[in-house]
């Protein structure tokens, strides 16, 4: 039996997240009252140089929780979110921001509202992680306003949050995949925002780094406040860590919801376009999704012992991603 | 798609239980440990400078003393000396100085707005861009003076723009597509060079050979002051670019997520490059590696890190050195600095290729 099952944390299956812990006096935007949607997408339409991706988006993100994005292999999960981030701008409909339009506020104060960790970010040569995150300081510096205490404490905070302290005078480029990937998100962090747009933040590392990566984007949900929307390809992962699924097929959302009502064997299927048994294990609410596919278990293949009920040692199901 | 059944990653290091306060001392420490480096080599740079320029204008086939010298620039009479010292010795070194920190930071500029080592003016053919212009303009206009740069400056703006055009980096970074480009504009401008060379009296074309050689010979007072106007106004303007360029550094979509629009980055760093460029390229001539070098040079000096002004001042101690050489190495001749950065650069560019331990992305 080949099973995709979420390995287990320490995390309860996502909750109410709590009220907001306060990364700060400063916060500002980054306090936010629980409830409601930070961002909404109506009627959104995006596109590369007039081919159609995404078309007529309807998408509300709840505040204070963890939205995640999934879908198969350009499905358009990412344009949808550089459609939030503003990277792209829509041919149609809007996008809100606390109901403005994210299109027409300015730059700079965009920037210190929405945190933005794209996919494949460039590490410079010879930084060390301090001054990295560091770089996350810039939409609240100006020409006039000089580096002050308080940024050092925003970053130290930033540091602190993701446990890259130990790091903080080391070079970037030698670091590992996942501490590499925590920095970042110290980065990112950084700029105080209280909406975070992470694209595949977990993309290239190992399972340990994974979770990793995903329990710190969990703690800074339920301790800082901070709504967070990340794509992701890995569906348990996503049903696990996120209070919020968006399932996106062809360029259109396909399901939106708890992850319990989104990720069902026919969900699945229409999204995926793969076969499968999807399985909520109680009490603790572990996903295990099952891709079927055209062939019969290895395990009850004939010379096989045949283990029905027995969960898998690890091994790679494709499809169900 | 990783697959797991019964696995628990049990075994990951702890994340924080709760948020700590964190030491605000900690970031302020590591930031003061590189400004401390770069402070120290900045110093060391600008003394060296110091040093180089004061051996080029004292020392030689004729040396001044310091007092002669004071007394000459203040204005007293020395026979002989005065004529050396303000017609030849001074003249060169400043012109030297104002041509290595423009090409120096343009070099710099380049290479980190491209990621690339490859990518300085004078291999993306902005340099020959303005050197094309320059030349027509000397040897067919029979141009001189402010024609020659102004000359200059169209043909780099002109290569620059062609450059964004056609390789498509003006919707985004595109370093490969940006160097490619800047190598066949380049080839087909020695060609118009060549022929343009080859049509002109003799006379002149040795001429304007001396001048592509890149030399400080004969500069101008006039041509000094313009350079070091252009200079003063522009390598302020692009170090306050260059505190946006590192973002951009970081990646166009990062960039604009920490609230930087790369483009418009992007164009006002190469706009002052060109301006830079051209304008030292109009006095000197393309005076060969100086940009090219400059860059990687300051960034060995500074463990890793690009720092514009930095790469300015190697550029300026590289030109001075260089024309202290090419004037008094073989006696008798007076080479154009360009040959001696020509002969030298190479080998240099080598070893530091040679010396430099690849990059965990470069190896990838």
Not at chain 2, 341 to 353: E, H, R, V
């Amino acid at each position: 039996m080949t099973a995709v099952q979420t390995p287990s944390t320490r995390h309860a299956p996502p909750a109410v997240s709590g009220p907001a812990g306060g990364m700060g006096p400063d916060a500002g935007p980054a306090a936010p009252a629980t409830g409601g949607t930070a961002l909404v997408a109506q009627g959104v339409s995006l596109g590369y140089q007039g081919r159609p991706v995404v078309e007529g988006l309807d998408l509300a993100v709840p505040r204070g929780q963890v939205t995640a994005v999934v879908g198969p292999n350009g499905c358009g999960k990412s344009t949808v979110l550089r459609g939030l981030a503003r990277l792209l701008r829509p041919t149609a409909g809007q996008v809100l921001l606390d109901g403005r339009d994210l299109h027409r506020m300015p730059t700079r104060q965009v920037a210190r509202e929405v945190g933005l960790l794209p996919q494949s970010p460039v590490v410079p040569d010879g930084i060390t992680v301090a001054e990295l995150v560091s770089r996350g300081r810039h939409p609240h510096r100006g020409l006039l306003r000089q580096w002050t205490r308080d940024d050092d404490r925003v970053v130290a905070e930033a540091l602190a949050v993701t446990g890259t302290e130990d790091l903080a005078g080391r070079e970037v480029d030698q670091l590992s995949g996942g501490q590499r990937q925590r920095v970042w998100i110290a980065m990112v962090l950084a700029q105080r925002t209280g909406l975070l747009l992470l694209d595949e933040p977990t993309s290239f590392l190992d399972i340990a780094h994974q979770v990793e990566v995903l329990d710190l984007v969990r703690d800074l949900s339920t301790q800082q406040g901070t709504t967070v929307v990340m794509v992701l390809h890995d569906l348990a992962m996503a049903a696990r860590y996120a209070d919020h699924l968006v399932a996106v097929r062809e360029g259109r959302i396909a399901a939106q919801g708890a992850p319990r009502a989104v990720v069902t064997a026919e969900t699945v299927e229409q999204v995926f376009g793969v076969r499968c048994r999807v399985r909520w294990e109680e009490p603790d609410g572990d996903l295990t999704v099952v891709p079927v596919g055209r062939h019969r278990s290895t395990s009850a293949r004939p010379g096989a012992a045949a283990r029905p009920g027995a969960a898998a040692t690890a091994t790679t199901a494709g499809g169900a991603s | 798609m990783t697959t797991l059944g019964t696995t628990t990653a049990a075994t990951r290091p702890a994340g924080p239980a709760t948020a700590p306060p964190g030491d605000p001392g900690l970031p302020a420490r590591v930031r003061a440990r590189t400004r401390r480096r770069s402070g120290l080599v900045l110093t060391a740079l600008v003394t060296g400078w110091l040093a180089a320029f004061l051996v080029r204008v004292l020392l030689g086939d004729f040396t001044i003393t310091v007092p002669d010298a004071l007394r000459i620039v203040t204005g007293t009479e020395i026979p002989g000396a005065s004529f050396i010292l303000m017609e030849s010795k001074l003249p060169r070194a400043l012109a030297g100085t104002c041509a290595g920190l423009a090409l120096g930071a343009s070099g710099a500029t380049f290479q980190a707005m491209a990621r690339n080592p490859l990518a300085s003016p004078d291999v993306l053919g902005i340099t020959m861009g303005s050197s094309a212009a320059a030349v027509f303009t000397l040897v067919v206009l029979g141009g001189s003076g402010p024609a020659v740069t102004v000359a200059a400056l169209a043909g780099g703006a002109a290569v620059a723009a062609a450059i964004l055009l056609l390789s498509g980096a003006a919707a985004g970074a595109a370093p490969y597509r940006m160097i490619l480009t800047g190598v066949a504009l380049a080839a087909m401008l020695t060609s118009v060079v060549h022929w343009v060379l080859l049509t002109a009296d003799v006379y002149r074309a040795h001429e304007a050979m001396v001048w592509l050689t890149g030399s400080l010979t004969g500069v101008r007072w006039a041509e000094i002051g313009r350079m070091a106007l252009v200079v003063a106004v522009a390598l302020p303007l692009l170090a306050a670019v260059a505190s946006r360029l590192r973002l951009v550094e970081l990646g166009d979509d990062l960039a604009h997520g920490l609230g930087v629009p790369p483009r418009q980055v992007r164009a006002q760093a190469m706009g002052l490059v060109v301006v830079l460029t051209a304008t030292a390229t109009a006095v000197c001539g393309p005076i060969a590696f100086v940009a090219f070098l400059a860059g990687p040079i300051a960034r060995r000096l500074l463990g890793g890190h690009t720092s514009i002004p930095a790469a300015a001042v190697v550029g300026a101690v590289i030109v001075v050195v260089a024309d202290y050489l090419a004037a008094y190495a073989l006696p008798g001749t007076n080479l154009p600095v360009g040959v001696v950065t020509g002969l030298a650069g190479a080998p240099f560019l080598l070893w530091l290729l040679v010396s430099t331990r690849p990059s965990r992305q470069e190896a990838a």
